[in-house]
């Protein structure tokens, strides 16, 4: 065929010559899944049909450290939790990481107000009792405050200190869903939840976790729920580094949606 025709002719056919669209996405890397992979952040090219499972094999293919994740690996598209069939556009924001720093329902009542709730991450240090004094309101009869800070010793093992990582917005996202499912669980008036991240010392607090309600047991309830909750989902890491070495802590293992 000589140079510059656009296509071959078989008898009749007329077979393209137009290369296969692309598109170019984003990729980040958090926690342990940036060491691994030995990147903050990348350009991929995927074919223009990808879903977010091509997308994710296609990333494992270019950083084969991180198939030692195995399934626990998780995936986000525009800061959500993707479904492996989730069609992928040009320009998407995709984000891979470990599984983030671990560990019957009520009708809400006509006392819930989610307008006064707030979800904040922070360098700074966090004033507890700020934090408290923020959701407490005349007509609920107690305010439940949750104070997880840096401890010195892990299994026998001294930290020096730790650090915090969060993949910003959405975390946020995700606190914003944990407080309208605690609505929905628990008898609550208001939820407010402050996370630290960057370095900490000893005896810092990293996360302040504060609910009021109408009666002390749904405030107790909603917090203990809470804490569980932000550990299981929020992409949010801790960093521990001992006398002897450091190490990413994965809380509870979660896998594909597919898995």
Same mark, same amino acid.
């Given at each position: 065929?000589?140079? @510059? ?10 077979? +393209?010559?137009?290369? %296969? ?25 995927? #074919? ?19 198939? @030692?994740? @195995? ?5 986000? /598209?525009?800061?959500? $939790? ?12 995709? &984000?891979?990481? #470990?599984?983030?720093?671990?560990? &019957? %329902? !009520?009708? #809400?009542? +006509?006392?819930?107000? +989610? ?9 700074? /240090?966090?004033? /507890?009792?700020?934090? &408290? ?12 405050t949750l104070d997880g800070y840096a401890r010195e010793w892990t299994k026998g093992r001294r930290t020096l200190y730790l650090v $915090?990582?969060? $993949? !910003? ?5 995700e606190l914003q869903k944990l407080a309208a499912q605690a609505h929905e669980k628990f008898d609550i008036a208001h939820i407010g ?14 996360? /302040? ?30 960093? %521990? ?19």
């Amino acid at each position: 065929m000589r140079a @510059g025709m656009p296509a071959l002719q078989i008898g009749t056919a007329m077979v +393209s010559s137009q290369p %296969e669209k692309t598109i170019q996405v984003t990729v980040l890397f958090f926690g342990a899944a940036r060491d691994a992979a030995r990147a903050e952040e990348a350009t991929l090219e995927l #074919p223009g049909f990808s879903t977010a499972s091509i997308a994710r094999e296609a990333i494992l293919d270019r950083y084969p450290a991180l198939a @030692g994740f @195995g399934k626990s690996l998780l995936f986000a /598209v525009n800061q959500e $939790y993707a479904e492996p069939d989730r069609q992928i556009q040009e320009g998407d924001e995709l &984000a891979i990481f #470990p599984p983030v720093s671990g560990g &019957a %329902e !009520a009708a #809400p009542t +006509s006392v819930a107000d +989610s307008s006064q709730d707030f979800f904040e991450l922070t360098t700074d /240090v966090i004033d /507890v009792g700020a934090v &408290a004094r923020r959701i407490i309101l005349s007509r609920c009869g107690a305010t439940v405050t949750l104070d997880g800070y840096a401890r010195e010793w892990t299994k026998g093992r001294r930290t020096l200190y730790l650090v $915090y990582e969060a $993949y !910003a917005p959405m975390a946020i996202s995700e606190l914003q869903k944990l407080a309208a499912q605690a609505h929905e669980k628990f008898d609550i008036a208001h939820i407010g939840i402050v996370h630290r991240t960057g370095r900490l010392e000893i005896g810092e607090t990293s996360v /302040v976790i504060s609910v009021s309600a109408p009666h002390r047991r749904a405030a107790f309830e909603a917090c203990e729920w809470a804490i569980r909750e932000l550990k299981r989902t929020v992409p949010i890491w801790k960093k %521990e580094i001992f006398e002897d070495g450091e190490v990413w802590v994965e809380g509870e293992r979660q896998s594909m949606p597919s898995d």
